[in-house]
């Protein structure tokens, strides 16, 4: 069985968020290590179309863990990350995103 949308959609943004991640954090402190980037992707209701049927929508958890600093600092670099990666920036206000920083 093959991926299905939401799960190529979920390790595209990833891998795109960790990229910014990377970046942003680089400038200040260098790699990050064995940082990880994970989404998860749900589809669901997301209100009512004209016609009285049901309108889709998907949303996006970010979950973010950088072993080794401080979770205030890794919100920083990841609402900093947010703002220039590719997906985030096609996807804003279009699909509820949510960074979780572990």
Do not use: W
Request: charged share 20%.
């Amino acid at each position: 069985m093959g991926s299905n949308p939401e799960q190529l959609l979920a390790s595209g943004y990833a891998a795109c968020f960790h990229s910014a991640l990377r970046r942003v954090a680089g400038r200040d402190r260098g790699a990050l290590g064995d940082s990880t980037v994970t989404a998860e992707v749900g589809i669901g209701p997301d209100g009512t179309a004209p016609d009285g049927g049901d309108v889709y929508g998907l949303s996006v958890t970010l979950v973010i863990h950088v072993p080794g600093m401080e979770r205030e600092e890794v919100r920083q670099y990841a609402d900093a990350a947010h703002q220039i990666c590719p997906f985030s920036r096609a996807t804003k206000g279009n699909i509820s995103v949510e960074l979780r920083v572990l």
